[in-house]
């Protein structure tokens, strides 16, 4: 399967949708102009295109392996990390101060799609690293910073992410892993963790293992719990690796649906010696960082997906020769049409453009509040930033998870029978999408947050604060774009109504229609997405081509035609049924 970044739709959109001159006039950015930020694009498709995406199906088949406790990586993948690390990719958007390149997030944002299109097992080891340095770079000590901090941004040492245990997944309240305080300061680490993501290769020199464990004696539940770091091999008073090992054990690597490539271990820690980050019993805010950091990665990895699944079913549809449309023959001369002369197959690509270009947009928008609240020139426009993103997170890692797994589908039935079989690297990426859905808090749970701590928080301030701006850009519409402005002015209405439900009904049934309330988020910002670019395109005052604009503009008006009335059901589905009737249901269930 080929795969390469989608270069003009990301010009288009960075350049003239989006302000990408305001995140580049931004403190701290000053080394980077738009001709750097884009020959930066164009370096990353280079990069996946010859380094990632030569291994993503060699690296599915046989996976990683453990060897006698060692974890090998799969075929190809230590050839692809040291081009990785050399090329500097691990410390595109991390701080200067520990050796990295100090880039916009928005430009880490299109790292981080290109790299989950072409190799999504891969990718993931950087999202560990990168959320390790965040992670200790908000609380670790100054020595913890100064020693780990610019190992992990080099990539010469990786990171983990240690959380789930075999009794417990999402309810981090239940972790038994036990810290006992040692003499010099440090703790001896006892308890089992599964699921770790990368737990364990043989393409970086140590690993930096970040571990959620309850210090002997602490209150039960989540506040009892604390954070801490341990290596995989001890380091000497030069803080040098050296060959001991730290207590550490793999005790096997799961057998999973998909991303076979990334080694997800699970790990015993016996008297596992390790130091804490941050305050006893703050433990989870620690971690909170860089799970808040990984959901916004999990978006993009959603994204890649979709980009990956629409790409590879356009060009089968182009190719491959079913049947005689109707009209016209796109092949006279041959002895059937391709797929892409049936009226059904242009509408589902077509919709599912829309969706696409939408959807990144989106994507791209919340990855530019993420550099305004790291880097606004003040304390009031960081908050604001910070605000908005907190409240978009959830939705971003949700909507995009789900539109990565739906776009994949959408390839194998592209495919047909074609896309049932190994041949065409399609159901791959059904495969291997599909944990997006699931790991750094499922789509319930993404749900339940946007509904209790960000909308009926803040009393839906981020929330229509949103739906002023959609109706701001519903004033800027011309007249040949009065489609748009309906669908847009529509959307934003709907989108006050289902605010102003969430905060006035019953808890119980505000959480039972919370995942509605999410989707009818999602598809409505979305809507005023797709606005921004009919109205961008329409002008047609940039550097593309004037196909290239009529197009932007059809697959916004197929996003509003075809994708948006989902959000008409999904008002429907949230307000249904009487108050109570879901608590009631254990007597049907």
Known sequence: MDYHLPLRDLTFLLDEVL?????????????????????????????????????????DRPG?????????????????????????????????????????????AALREGMAGSNLAFALIHELNFGVVEALMAHGSDHQKSVYCPQLTSGNWA???????????????????????????????????????????????????????????????????????????MLDEENNTTSTRNSITISGIEDKMGIHGSPTCAISFEDTKAWIVGEEGKGLAAMFVMMNAARLSVGQQGLGIAEAAIQTATTYAHERLQGRAEGEHWNPEGPADPLMAHADVRRRLLTAQGEMDAARALAYFGAGLLDEAHRAATFEARGEANTQLSMLTPVL????????????????????????????????????????????????????????????????????????EMLAEADALGDDLADVNIALRDAAARLARCTDWVLSAASGDVLSGACDYLEVTALSLCAWMSARIARTASAGAGQQSSDYYADRVDAALAFLARALPRAISHEIIMQAGEPGQIFRADRCL
């Open 19 to 59: 302000d990408l001159d305001k995140t580049l006039a931004l403190p701290g950015y000053e080394h980077c102009d738009k001709d750097t930020f884009f020959a930066v694009v164009d370096a990353i498709n280079g990069f996946v295109c010859d380094n990632l995406a030569t291994c993503n199906e060699a690296g």
């Open 64 to 108: 990683a392996k453990l060897v006698d406790g060692q974890v090998y990586a799969a075929p190809g993948f230590a050839d692809a990390y040291k081009v990785f690390c050399e090329d500097g990719w691990n410390a595109l958007a991390l701080e200067e101060e520990y050796g990295g390149q100090q880039l916009p997030f928005v430009l880490h």
């Open 159 to 233: 990171g983990t992410m240690n959380l789930t245990e075999p009794h417990c997944g999402t309810d981090l309240g239940l972790i038994r892993t036990k810290a006992v305080a040692n003499d010099d300061g440090s703790y001896a680490i006892t308890g089992n963790k599964i699921f770790i993501t990368w737990g364990d290769h043989d393409m970086s020199e140590n690993v930096a293992h970040l571990i959620l464990a309850r210090v002997e004696g602490a209150q039960p539940g989540p506040r009892g719990l604390s954070l801490f770091l341990a290596p995989k091999y």
């Open 397 to 468: 890692k949700s909507y995009l998870s789900e539109l990565g797994s739906r776009m994949a589908n959408e390839a194998v039935q592209m495919h047909g029978g074609h896309g049932f079989i190994k041949d065409y690297g399609v159901e791959q990426l059904v495969r291997d999408v599909r944990i997006t859905e699931i790991y750094e808090g499922t789509s319930a749970v993404q749900a339940r947050d946007l509904v209790t701590r960000k909308v009926r928080g803040d009393g839906g301030a981020v929330v229509k604060g949103f739906v002023a």
